[in-house]
C-alpha cells in the first residue's frame, strides 16, 4: 500500500521527497509553492481528512514549517483496510522574514479554524482567507506569543505583575 | 456534635444557616471542574455537608474558582461574583489561583487571582482530591464561625483598588461599576 | 366558630409543615437511592433560614408581587381542601373552586418571571404552561368523573361517601380515574420525568433564575404548599380521606414515596414527549372512566 503511494507520488510530482517513518506513516515534504498540488492529488487519491495543520518555528534554520496530516475515514466499524490505517504527514518550509502561505480552504475547508490559530499565534498570514479574526487571545501582542523570540517572563513581569494587590497579605 | 447544639441555632442563627447550606454555582471555570463531580455524586457526598451545586448565580452562596483562569474567563468570573447575593464566599481551588502554578509564565492567565476578586481561602493541589474539598468545606465553617470569611465586606470596602485592576488588565469593562466609585480626575491614581 | 378560625390558621401551617418535610424527604430519600447519605432531614429549613438572611435583588415590582400572588393562590386552595377532620373552607365550592385557584402558582410565576430580564425565565415559562395545559386534560376529566358519581362537587361529601362505601381507587368505574391520575401525578408535582420546566442543566433553573435570597425562600415555600395540595387531592378523591390527621398523614407518605421512586431513577421527558404522553393513555383512562360512569348512572 505504501509502495503503490510512494511510487505515485513520486512519478507525478518533480520536487518532492517522501520518507516511510513507521509502518502506517508517510512523510512528504515538498516546496511551497506545489502544496496545493499536492495536497488535491492526495485528496483525489481518498486522504480526504485533514486531521491537523500545525507549524514549527525553525529559529536557527530561519524558517517556519507548515505540517498537514492526512488520513482516510473509516467507512464502517468492521474492517479497516489498508489505506485507512495510514497517516500522511506533509510539511513544507517557509520563511521567517515573510511568513505567508496561500490558504487551503478550498481543498479543505475544514482548515478554517486552523489557519486562524496559526495566524493568532505565529502571525503567519493566509491569503485568500476569509476571515483572519482573533479565536483564542484578546489582546495584542507585538511578537506573536508562539514565537521562539517572544520571552514569556519578560511579558509576565511588564503586564501582570505591575499590577498590585489590592491588601497585605497577611490578613 | 456541633449541629445539634439548640443553643447555637438560637444566639446567631444567621451563622449557623450561612454555614449548613452552601450552595456552590456550578461554573466549570477551568480544568480543576473534573474533581467536582466526584465530589458531588455517590462515592463522595458532599450533600451531607449541606453543599449542592446550584445553576444559576443568584440562587448561589459559594464560589468554587477551579484551575486557572485566563483572561477571557476572568471577566465572566466578574460578572458572576458581582451578581450573587451576599453573604458569599470564594475559595481558590488548586494551585492556579495561588500564584500562577503550572502557568506561571504563560502570556494569557492571571497569576494571583487575590488581585480581582477576594478570596477566602485557597486549597493547594493539583488537582486536590475529594477529600481535599471537605477538608476546605469544614475550614470555612469556622472561618464563617468566627467571621474571618468576609470576603464581600473587603470587596465593598477595597472596591475602587479592586476596580481598578481590573481595568488595568481588562481595559474598560463593560459593566457599570457595582458600588459607586467617585469621580476622580485620572491622574490622581497612585 | 371558634374552631373555624383555629382550623383557618391551623390548616395552611400544617400543610406548611408537611410539605417542607416532604421536600426534606425527598433528598434523603433520593440519595439513599443513589447509594448515598443525603442531607439531614431538616435540610430545607435551614436552606429557608440561610435564604431568608440573604440579601436577594428585586427587579421591580411585579417581580415581588407576581411570587406573592402565586403563594397567596396556594394558600387559599390549602383552605378548601379537607386534612383528616381539619376541613375550614370545604363545604363551599369545593372541586369547582380549587380547579380554578389551582391555576394561580404557575401564572403568578409567569408575572414575576416577566419582570425578571433572563430568557430563561420565560423558556421555562413556557414550558410549565404548556405542561399544565398538558395535565389539565386529563385532569378534568377525573374530576368531572369523580362529580358525576358521587353527585356534589364537596370534597368532604365524597370522603364521607367513601367512608361507608369503600375507597373510589378499587370501586368499579374509578379504578380508571385513579389510574389516570397516579400516572399524571409526576406531572402536577413536577417532579421527573416532568420536571422539565425547572431543569437546571438546561435553563439554568426555568423560572427560579433570577430568585435569590427572600425570593427563593418564597418559591421554595410556594413548591411545598404545591406538593401537599396535589398528593393532597389525590388522598381525598381516591384513597377515601380520613377521619384523622395522622393516617391522613401516613396515606400522602405511601403515595409520596411511590413517586419519589419514579424521581430518583428516570430521566426527564422533553417537553412534546411529556404532552404527547400526557395526552394519551392517561386521557384515554380517564375518558373511559368518564363514558363508565356515565352508562352506569343511567
Not at chain 1, 502571525?123 to 520571552?151: A, C, Q, S, V, W
Not at chain 2, 488581585?115 to 477566602?120: A, E, F, Q, S, V
Not at chain 3, 436577594?56 to 386534612?83: K, Y
Not at chain 3, 389516570?180 to 420525568?193: C, V
Request: contains cysteine; proline residues 6%; charged residues 20%.
Amino acid at each position: 500500500m505504501n509502495k503503490s503511494l510512494r511510487e505515485k507520488l513520486e512519478s507525478t510530482f518533480k520536487d518532492i521527497r517522501v520518507t516511510v517513518l513507521e509502518e502506517n506513516r508517510i512523510a512528504v515534504t515538498a516546496e511551497s509553492h506545489g502544496v496545493l498540488a499536492v495536497l488535491r492529488f492526495l485528496k483525489d487519491a481518498g486522504f480526504d481528512h485533514l486531521a491537523l495543520l500545525s507549524a514549527v518555528d525553525w529559529i536557527e534554520d530561519n524558517c517556519f514549517e507548515l505540517c498537514f496530516i492526512l488520513t482516510c475515514y473509516m467507512q464502517s466499524d468492521d474492517e479497516v483496510t489498508g489505506r485507512q490505517r495510514l497517516h500522511i504527514i506533509l510539511k513544507t518550509k517557509i520563511p521567517r522574514g515573510k511568513p505567508q502561505f496561500e490558504t487551503i480552504t478550498r481543498i479543505f475547508p475544514n482548515a478554517e479554524p486552523y489557519e486562524r490559530e496559526i495566524y493568532e499565534l505565529f502571525g503567519i498570514k493566509f491569503e485568500g482567507h476569509k476571515r483572519l479574526t482573533p479565536l483564542f487571545l484578546e489582546r495584542n501582542y507585538d511578537i506573536p506569543p508562539f514565537r521562539k523570540d517572544f520571552d514569556t517572563r519578560k511579558y509576565v513581569e511588564e503586564v501582570f505583575d505591575k499590577i498590585p494587590f489590592v491588601e497585605s497579605k497577611d490578613k | 456534635m456541633d449541629r445539634n447544639q439548640i443553643t447555637k441555632w438560637l444566639k446567631a442563627p444567621a451563622k449557623m444557616a450561612n454555614k449548613y447550606s452552601l450552595h456552590a454555582i456550578y461554573f466549570c471555570t477551568g480544568c480543576g471542574i473534573i474533581e467536582v463531580p466526584p465530589v458531588i455524586t455517590a462515592r463522595w457526598d458532599a450533600e451531607r455537608f449541606g453543599v449542592i451545586p446550584v445553576a444559576t448565580p443568584r440562587q448561589a452562596n459559594l464560589f468554587l474558582i477551579t484551575g486557572y483562569v485566563s483572561v477571557k474567563t476572568l471577566r465572566a468570573i466578574i460578572r458572576t461574583y458581582e451578581q450573587m447575593p451576599e453573604p458569599k464566599y470564594t475559595v481558590g481551588f488548586g494551585s492556579c489561583p495561588i500564584n500562577g502554578g503550572m502557568y506561571w509564565d504563560s502570556y494569557n492567565t492571571i497569576k494571583h487571582l487575590d488581585k480581582y476578586i477576594p478570596i477566602d481561602g485557597w486549597i493547594a493541589g493539583c488537582m486536590p482530591r475529594p477529600e481535599a474539598i471537605f477538608i476546605a468545606v469544614t475550614h470555612l465553617w469556622t472561618l464563617i464561625d468566627k467571621e474571618m470569611a468576609n470576603g464581600y465586606m473587603r470587596y465593598k470596602k477595597n472596591y475602587k483598588s479592586y476596580r481598578r485592576n481590573q481595568e488595568m488588565l481588562l481595559g474598560k469593562l463593560e459593566w457599570p461599576p457595582l458600588y459607586p466609585v467617585s469621580d476622580e480626575p485620572r491622574g490622581n491614581e497612585q | 366558630m371558634v374552631a373555624k378560625i383555629t382550623h383557618i390558621i391551623l390548616s395552611p401551617i400544617l400543610a406548611l409543615v408537611v410539605g417542607v418535610f416532604f421536600s426534606g424527604l425527598a433528598r434523603k430519600i433520593t440519595a439513599r437511592i443513589h447509594w448515598r447519605y443525603g442531607p439531614p432531614l431538616i435540610q430545607p429549613v435551614i436552606d429557608m433560614i440561610k435564604l431568608f438572611y440573604q440579601k436577594g435583588v428585586s427587579h421591580g415590582a411585579m417581580f415581588d408581587l407576581g411570587l406573592i400572588f402565586s403563594l397567596a393562590g396556594s394558600i387559599v386552595v390549602v383552605l378548601f381542601l379537607p386534612f383528616g377532620r381539619i376541613a375550614p373552607l370545604s363545604n363551599s365550592g369545593g372541586l369547582l373552586v380549587i380547579l380554578y385557584i389551582m391555576l394561580f402558582a404557575p401564572l403568578g410565576m409567569a408575572l414575576s418571571g416577566g419582570e425578571g430580564a433572563n430568557p430563561n425565565i420565560s423558556i421555562g415559562i413556557s414550558r410549565k404552561l404548556i405542561l399544565s395545559l398538558g395535565y389539565e386534560v386529563p385532569l378534568l376529566l377525573i374530576l368531572l368523573t369523580v362529580m358525576t358519581r358521587y353527585r356534589t362537587i364537596s370534597i368532604m361529601e365524597v370522603v364521607n361517601a367513601q367512608q361507608s362505601t369503600n375507597w373510589s381507587i378499587i370501586s368499579f368505574p374509578l379504578f380508571l380515574s385513579g389510574l389516570s391520575y397516579f400516572l399524571i401525578l409526576p406531572a402536577i408535582l413536577g417532579l421527573r420525568p416532568f420536571d422539565v420546566s425547572s431543569a437546571p442543566q438546561e435553563i439554568s433553573s426555568g423560572p427560579m433564575a433570577e430568585y435569590g435570597g427572600k425570593y427563593l425562600a418564597l418559591a421554595t415555600i410556594e413548591h411545598a404548599f404545591v406538593l401537599f395540595i396535589s398528593i393532597a387531592l389525590f388522598v381525598n378523591l381516591f384513597l377515601g380521606g380520613a377521619t384523622n390527621p395522622i393516617i391522613f398523614f401516613v396515606k400522602m407518605l405511601v403515595v409520596f414515596v411511590l413517586g419519589l421512586f419514579i424521581h430518583a431513577v428516570f430521566p426527564r421527558f422533553r417537553i412534546e414527549q411529556a404532552i404527547k404522553y400526557l395526552w394519551k393513555w392517561p386521557t384515554l383512562l380517564a375518558f373511559l372512566g368518564l363514558i363508565m360512569t356515565l352508562v352506569i348512572r343511567s
